[in-house]
Every structure is written in C-alpha cells, then in structure tokens.
Nanobody
C-alpha cells in the first residue's frame, strides 16, 4: 500500500505561483510513477502531468505545458508540481496518484491522494 498526501494548495491571483507537494508513505516510492490530475467544479477529472520512476520522462497536458513543472525527490518520497503563471481556469482540486511501472496520462493509477484545492482569482 502507498498512502499519498497532497499539500501546497491555496488561493492566489492570476499570474501567481504555487508549488504542490505529494508526500508518499508505505512502500518504496522509488518504484512508482506519479501523475497529477485535477478536477474543476462540474467537470471531469483531467490529466495534468506525469513523471517516471527515475524522472527521465515527464509529460504534460497542453494546458500545463510551459507553465507547470513536475519533479520528484525519491529520497524524500515526494513529488512536486510547480505551477507558474496561474490562470482562473486552473482552479480545481489537484490530486496526485501513483502506480508501479511507467508514467501515464491515463487514470490507471493504483493509489490516489485526497486532493488539495487550488483557487486562482482574476
């Protein structure tokens, strides 16, 4: 079992930045790819970014590309999502998820966190 806890959400104005963290406990985090997803009110959950076990592969949604950066520190069992140039449309609950094997933009992850709220005002 892997337990995931997101943190770092909050309220910012458009153009601001936030860094989300996804802290893992339980099994060795080094063996898990991690993805970030988000769900806005009234919308389906969507993919944001994913990172491979060794961080040699990263993939972003079109909306995140160029503004968000995913990274990981396996020694700290933590994955980060640095979000810059935030827009009101980035407002959502952000979830991290983990699975063994390769990184994926699909929701085929085994473990999910509870989510952290990000609110961007104009």
């Amino acid at each position: 079992q892997v337990q995931l806890v997101e943190s770092g959400g909050g309220s910012v104005q458009a153009g601001g930045s936030l860094r989300l963290s996804c802290a893992a406990s339980g099994r060795t985090f080094n063996n898990y790819a991690v993805g970030w997803f988000r769900q806005a009110p009234g919308k389906e959950r969507e993919f944001v970014a994913t990172i491979s076990v060794s961080a040699d592969f990263k993939y972003y949604s079109d909306s995140a590309k160029g503004r968000f950066t995913i990274s990981r520190d396996n020694a700290k069992n933590t994955v980060y999502l640095q979000m810059n140039s935030l827009k009101p449309e980035d407002t959502a609950v952000y979830y991290c998820a983990a699975k063994p094997g390769g990184a994926s933009s699909r929701e085929n992850y085994d473990y999910w966190g509870q989510g952290t709220q990000v609110t961007v005002s104009s």
